[in-house]
């Protein structure tokens, strides 16, 4: 006779690409209650576009959501282009294949969202409910305690609450403080019509200076984006947790772009008033472990590793960490104490190893001689490493050969 392993309540904090990602695949498994609990009133995301890369395909195909219409525009061209000369600087071009099932798209976060949330079961998600508090209740498990002054209990707390994760400032309290405003801003913006005329603008693509850049890309749906990004000097800048996803004046996101060609000057400014929205980037230590408190707190996605935002895939990364989770449960039939070190066996050395090679780093010590070598240096960010294990992970096949290289008593 079969013995049913005990029901394992899991609060999902945060409804993010990373928790939503986590619910689905926990909701598939045996003897698995979930929640996710989200401060936000409207599960929606913000900001413009997101490219759903290889990788993310590939997770999104693990979770069974790949095949719902996830519309987009294929990346098959990107133009890259000095801001200052308008000279063409390097052209990724990749040939229109009709029986690639799944090209690298751009689309729009909220694309992804709803895609994610159409699969997650309705009853599992509880919104306006912002975690105040987690406290560790010994052997009633552990306790969340909201906002609202509502709580829950549960055995198992998944930190999916993003960069600023309150359950990583609970269960690591040492990090609490070590989180830093990286120097980059982004501002992005959403259009209805092409940005500029051809050929001074790309369609998609990076006009970029030194410090700055402009990305222009269709998004599908009609939809242009634009997003803006400048290097801000924190003594002269200050920008607070709150600045994400913050509506924030043309002119000042205009200020910082003051040198770019005319016609990019020109699209920036046709962005209706109150269309941009700025993002602060974050960047903190790296984490020794993504699990704490014997094994009943463990995070996925942004709130594990606070890169700021480097490699322009975190959305990827945070559903890759939801569904290994899953699989890491499910293998030892729920045993927290056995599947949460699975899982930091599998996802810490990615996330050290993203550490190491350094990008974000590299973008900010961007320095002298020259004005083209710096353009170059920020250009060639991947630095001509193979970034395959990152651009093309297939988390299935990573989980596959974990396995194969487990003994019996792990
Ligand atoms: C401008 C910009 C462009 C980007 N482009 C890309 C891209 O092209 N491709 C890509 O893959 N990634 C991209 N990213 C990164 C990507 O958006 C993040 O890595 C991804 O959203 C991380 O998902 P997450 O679920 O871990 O966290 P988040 O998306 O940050 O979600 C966290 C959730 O937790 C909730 N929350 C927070 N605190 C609490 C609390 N106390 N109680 C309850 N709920 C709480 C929040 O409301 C939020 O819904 C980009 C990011 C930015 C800013």
Redesign the pocket.
């Known amino acids: 006779m079969t013995v049913d392993a005990p029901v394992l309540r899991v609060a999902i ?9 986590t619910a689905i695949a926990l909701s598939k498994i045996p003897n698995v209650e979930v929640k996710i ?4 009133t409207i ?1 929606r ?1 913000v ?7 290889t990788n ?1 395909w590939n997770v999104l195909g693990l979770l069974g959501v790949a095949d719902s219409p996830t519309t987009g525009h294929p990346e098959w061209t990107v133009l890259n282009m000095n801001g200052r000369s308008g000279e063409e600087l390097h052209r990724r071009e990749r040939t229109p294949d009709p029986s690639i099932k799944r090209p690298i798209i ?1 689309t729009q ?1 909220t694309v992804l969202q709803s895609t994610l949330l159409a699969h997650v079961p309705p009853e599992t998600i509880q919104l306006s ?4 508090r987690l406290v560790d209740a010994g052997d009633k498990g552990l306790e969340l305690h ?2 609202d002054g509502t709580s829950a209990q549960a055995d198992l707390v998944v930190g ?8 990583r400032d609970t269960a690591w309290p040492k990090l609490r403080h070590r989180l830093h405003r990286h120097h980059n801003l ?1 501002n ?1 913006a959403t259009c209805r019509s092409r940005p500029g005329p051809r050929p001074a603008l790309p369609a998609h693509g990076l006009v970029a200076l030194p410090t700055t850049h402009v990305y222009f890309s269709p998004v599908g749906a009609g939809l242009w984006e634009i ?1 803006a ?1 400048a290097y801000h000097d924190p003594a002269t800048h200050r920008a607070s947790k709150a600045s ?2 913050v509506p924030v004046a043309n002119a000042h996101v205009e200020s910082h772009f003051s040198d770019l060609l005319p016609d990019i000057r020109a699209a920036l400014r046709r962005v209706p008033e109150g269309g941009w929205r700025e ?1 602060a ?1 974050f960047a903190g230590p790296e984490l020794t472990k993504l699990t704490a408190w014997d094994h009943r707190v463990v995070l ?5 590793h606070a890169l700021s ?1 480097a490699f ?7 559903m890759e ?1 939801g569904w290994v989770l899953a699989r890491a449960l499910e293998h030892v039939r729920n045993e927290r104490g056995r599947a949460l070190p699975l899982f930091e066996r599998i996802r810490l050395p990615y996330y050290s190893h993203m550490q190491q090679a350094g990008r974000p780093a590299r973008l900010e010590e961007i320095g002298e001689p020259s004005y083209d070598d710096r353009l170059w240096g920020k250009l060639s960010t991947d630095g001509g490493e193979d970034m395959s294990w990152i651009y093309m992970n297939d988390i299935g096949d990573v989980w596959a050969d974990v396995l194969g290289r487990l003994d019996d008593t792990s």
């Open positions: 904090v945060g409804g993010g690409p990373g928790g939503l990602a609990y989200e401060q936000a599960l995301e900001g413009a576009g997101i490219n759903i890369g993310s751009r976060r409910n912002k975690l105040d909201f906002k999916a609450d993003g960069i600023h994760s309150l359950v982004a992005t997003a990004r994400w996803g993002f980037a996925v996605g942004d709130a594990s935002g322009g895939s975190g959305a990827g990364f945070a960490d």
